[in-house]
């Protein structure tokens, strides 16, 4: 259903050479009003692409009519023609659909540093035109794939303000509103560093303000968690359209509640296609003084090569979790730290616990608590374990 | 020659059995006078092991008689038990020599998490002290051997204070004074969590307050500066102790350089033995605004794994230095960034420069050098390349 399962929204995505595999590799979203309110999140990484300056420029005024994306080349580090190029896809696209240069977003992801071959982007963009549809949310989530292995794909919908949101994969636009989208990323080992790009879309009727505000605070206890140093690569861009072709104006909570969730469905899907990962990890640090040191002590975990290396020889080294721990300034006393890995408390007050042999690592999920005893604030991080096929995956080939 | 190339020195390491191998795994160095002033420098994990912990509180008065080390097992998290084994180790190896237990410095490597088998321990150090010798400085760093391939040793030494330090792998001593050390440690991809434990000594005649500020400022700037995050591990510990036999006192200044000197010998012996690399990569920021922005840059570019996947791939992907470096807060402008691997300016500008294939990865030693161009400081970063024989290494047994 991806971006199209929102009413007030066309999609399409098309082959147009941008990839010398001649995979699909352009895609264009385009809202159909009556409401073209708007909201994004952009990398916080300083150097950033040519297209994410773009975009942050024209989602100034809260509004957007089309985003227009592509992979097969990021155009990051590609120097003053790469701006030129990146706003070139605005006006091609501008152009097709009848609107302004400055409601259309443009979104690139694959290698830095190489110019896009603006030819084959220009025609492609004219034939994604061509193709767009109300069926067209599938073709565009396949057309974004770089790495992925699967293209990614989440609804949720609410029938308005005196119920709560439904999540799942199905059943297209209800009575009430709808929301959608889709999720390119595959490289969850180091989330810093492979892009992420994620289009979202709604025909709930909803102030450019409301949407930005659910949009942070969904991204920031999902994206932002998956994984790693928190650090976002040159281009990520998570970006929200809402139509109002619902007619229905939802509960704010509410709506924030479905953004979470969707975000929260493209997040886990994104874990679970990482690169070369044969584990799924769940970090939950409970009993933190605050929110900050229970995200800080679950990065740092989640970002320790030899636990992840040790998770995927499912050994249930423990020690490695109070190594990464110690490296905070979270507060917590080193003798009175307890771990559990899939249940079993293989640590306690700073020390063994439960026998190693106890846990079983035997499946993809690997859930790993640890419980500062420190106060009432938690948090959960989303990582992968380190393979032998994430190196290669990595080393084989640029990416 | 190790621990006892200078003089009033002598060691031992023998099989104590702490390892189901049989390999060495119990050292000993002992400091015969006529001075015993000693500095350390520990780990600044707050998840401390118990050796650690006893180990910091006898060094407060600036002296040592001796170091007792094992391999085979880190006793940490081993809660009070533990603090009860590595008081114990002191005691023996204190009777055994016929000095007091605070004047013993503690060392512990291995698997976190255990208990040392202590009757194995006590009868290790037994056996050490009855072969401790003048020559047994090479026996001594074999023991304390886990994962390491080679064992690791330096010497430098000075004539006094009117001729500048000699360093290398030879002589002995000469008519001045001289220094010696050994390391173990072998994980340095992620060295936060790999022990490293390093003993030097030295015949020079120096007060503690001397060794302790010339030990500080060149760990500083060499084994903090190996890779990666900069968090030590659990039992990280670098001793210096002095036995003032040469009579010689040096200059402060040179002693410091060679204290420097030794430290990097060792450093880079670490990174030449890293845990299945086949690269060692030296991190060069300059042009920085200060120190710290480049020490900052650096670690971020060294801790980056899918640069490390590249550059063992031999692909010189500058774009991931780049989204490395825009993961910090350091002062730089994206455009005006400039980036060289082994010499090829890759990277100008922020935008492509020279073309990647005409940058030679084929051997060895990698130099990735940036160029903030925001002011004169500079700093270097050693790391290794990420690899599937890492992975292997750390994920088929515990470590």
């Given at each position: 259903m991806s971006v199209t399962a929102a009413r007030g929204f066309t999609a399409s995505g098309v082959s147009a050479g941008i990839k010398d595999s001649g995979a699909p590799d352009l895609a264009l979203v385009v809202n159909r009003g009556p409401s073209y309110a708007a909201a994004a999140v952009f990398t916080s990484n300083r150097v950033q692409a040519a297209p994410v300056r773009w975009s942050r420029r024209v989602i100034g005024d809260g509004a957007l009519a089309a985003v227009v994306l592509n992979s097969g080349g990021a155009n990051a580090c590609t120097g003053p023609a790469g701006e030129d190029d990146a706003r070139a896809m605005a006006e091609r696209t501008a152009r097709a659909l009848r609107v302004e240069a400055e409601q259309v977003a443009v979104c690139s992801t694959g290698l830095i540093g190489v110019p896009l071959p603006m030819d084959r982007v220009t025609a492609g963009i004219d034939a994604a035109a061509a193709e767009l549809s109300e069926d067209g949310g599938e073709a565009a989530a396949i057309a974004i794939k770089t790495t992925d292995s699967v293209h990614k794909t989440a609804v949720a919908s609410g029938s308005g303000p005196d119920s709560g949101p439904r999540s799942g994969s199905g059943p297209g636009p209800g009575p009430g509103w709808t929301m959608g989208g889709m999720a390119k990323g595959a490289?969850?080992?180091?989330p810093g560093l492979a892009t992420m790009l994620v289009v979202l879309t709604t025909d709930a009727d909803v102030s450019a303000p409301t949407l930005d505000s659910a949009l942070r605070q969904a991204v920031r206890t999902t994206f932002d968690r998956v994984d790693s140093d928190g650090c976002m690569s040159t281009n990520d861009t998570v970006l929200l359209l809402a139509s109002g072709a619902s007619g229905v104006r939802p509960d704010p909570a509410e709506f924030a509640e479905a953004v979470h969730d969707v975000c929260l469905d493209l997040a886990l899907r994104l874990v679970a296609d990482a690169e070369g990962a044969s584990k799924e990890i769940e970090v939950r640090v409970v009993g933190a003084a605050s929110e900050q040191d229970a995200v800080t002590v679950g990065r740092s975990i989640a970002r320790n090569n030899l636990l992840k290396c040790a998770l995927h020889g499912e050994d249930p080294n423990w020690g490695r979790v109070l190594s990464a721990i110690g490296t905070t300034s979270a507060v917590f006393d080193p003798d009175r730290l307890d771990v559990s890995i899939n249940g079993v408390r293989v640590c306690r007050d700073g020390a063994a616990g439960e026998p190693r042999d106890k846990v079983d690592l035997s499946g993809r999920a690997v859930t790993v608590t640890v419980d500062?005893?420190?106060?009432d604030a938690s948090a959960t991080i989303w990582t992968n374990d380190l393979t032998a096929a994430y190196v290669h995956e990595n080393s084989a080939y640029s990416s």
């Open positions: 490289g969850m080992l180091a500062l005893r420190s106060g």
